[in-house]
Structures are given as structure tokens and as C-alpha cells.
């Protein structure tokens, strides 16, 4: 099955700053990227999402880049706010499972003030 | 909010009991996946339920088991419950139409505690 690997664990950034989350699958056939937010005692909710036709999506302060040679996908924030502060998710899905999620182990970002 | 609702909240259960939890699709959505998320742990995938048919299943035991009704509302159950079995379960819907839209939309989850 696939394997997502995903880095940093804990990223602490001042508001303001830009935070980069980077992660790695193992599947090429792998065409669905989508990034998700979760809160304490929350379900995760989608933030942004990709798919493997597309090398870049942006939305507001949230874009995602793709690789798809190296097999590897990013989320970058800009202009952190402290309401950012969660726990973000990468994960991948391969079309033929009708979309089962294989998620990263997540990243605590914290956003100072 | 995403429309995926799930019941209930929070259960606190024995060694060896049975468990059902319980989740409503968003509105037009003919998919349900259920995943496990141990604390600190991204989600695991248990299994997919579309148009009433379990189609897919993760590592985990026969005794997880679910069922999908015909309005796409779906149940987990759980059946000889160990400590392991703690975590936060998680409902997601997805429309499945042919169309390269696989996008999950997730449940607030319930969270099982097994003493």
C-alpha cells in the first residue's frame, strides 16, 4: 500500500512568518493530494487539496506545490496568524481505491504572537 | 462545517463489551470511509462503504465490522473490545460519480475509551 511520510512533527513559527510543511509518497499512482487542518477534539477539515495533473493550487494564504518526479507535495502558509495554531495532515489517494486516504503523521504548528 | 455528523460523542466501554457508533453522510454523498485516529497519530483507514457494499478494508480485524443504509447513513460496530481499540473514530463521506472527485469530508468523531 502507500506511505506518506511527513516532516517537520512540531513547527513553531512567529506570526507573520511563513510555515512550510513538506511530505513524501511512495505510490506513482498516487493522483490526490489533499491537505487537512484539525483542531483539538475536532474532526480534520480540508484546507486544500491537489491533484496529480497539477503542479501548483493557491488559495488565499494557502498554496500547495506537487512534485510528482520526486513524489513529493508541500503545503505553505503565509502570513501566519495564530488561529493557524493545529495540527495539519497530509495525505495521498490512489484513484482505483474510490479515494481511501492514507494520511501522514501529522504536524503541530504552533503560531506565536 | 462539513454536514457529516456522528453519534455519539464520546463512549467509555469495558474490555470485551460491543460498541456501535454511528454517522450521517453530508447531503448527496454515496460514500462512507471509517478511520481510526490514535492519539498523536494521523488517521488509519478501517474500511469504505459505497452503495451499501463494504469496498475496501485496512488492516484490522473481522471484528470491525459496518454497515451502509440505502441512505448512505452508515454504522460501525466493534465487537470484543480491547484496551487497543481506544482512539477517536472517524466518519467521512465522498461522492463517487464517476468524476475525478474524490474529496472526503470528515465527522467530528467519537471518541472510544476502553478501560
Known amino acids: 500500500g502507500e506511505n506518506v511520510e511527513q516532516h517537520p512533527s512540531t513547527l513553531s513559527v512567529q506570526e507573520g512568518d511563513s510555515a512550510v510543511i513538506k511530505c513524501t509518497y511512495s505510490d506513482s499512482a498516487s493522483n490526490y493530494f489533499p491537505w487537512y487542518k484539525q483542531e483539538l477534539g475536532k474532526g480534520p477539515q480540508l484546507i486544500i487539496d491537489i491533484r496529480s495533473n497539477v503542479g501548483e493550487k493557491k488559495d488565499q494564504r494557502i498554496a500547495v506545490t506537487l512534485n510528482k518526479t520526486a513524489k513529493h507535495f508541500s503545503l505553505h502558509i503565509t502570513e501566519t496568524q495564530p488561529e493557524d495554531s493545529a495540527v495539519y495532515f497530509c495525505a495521498a489517494s490512489i484513484r482505483s481505491t474510490l479515494g481511501r486516504l492514507y494520511f501522514g503523521r501529522g504536524t503541530q504548528l504552533t503560531v506565536w504572537p | 462545517e462539513t454536514g457529516v455528523t456522528q453519534s455519539p460523542t464520546h463512549l467509555i466501554k469495558t474490555r470485551g463489551q460491543q460498541v456501535t457508533l454511528r454517522c450521517s453522510s453530508q447531503s448527496g454523498h454515496n460514500t462512507v470511509s471509517w478511520y481510526q485516529q490514535a492519539l498523536g497519530q494521523g488517521p488509519q483507514f478501517i474500511f469504505q462503504?459505497?452503495?451499501?457494499?463494504?469496498?475496501g478494508r485496512g488492516n484490522f480485524p473481522p471484528r470491525f465490522s459496518g454497515l451502509q443504509f440505502p441512505n448512505y447513513s452508515s454504522e460501525l460496530n466493534v465487537n470484543a473490545l480491547e484496551l487497543d481499540d481506544s482512539a477517536l473514530y472517524l466518519c467521512?463521506?465522498?461522492?463517487?460519480?464517476?468524476?475525478?472527485?474524490?474529496?472526503?469530508?470528515f465527522g467530528p468523531g467519537t471518541r472510544l475509551t476502553v478501560l
Open positions: 467521512a463521506s465522498s461522492l463517487v460519480s464517476g468524476a475525478p472527485t474524490d474529496t472526503q469530508y
Open positions: 462503504y459505497y452503495r451499501e457494499e463494504e469496498n
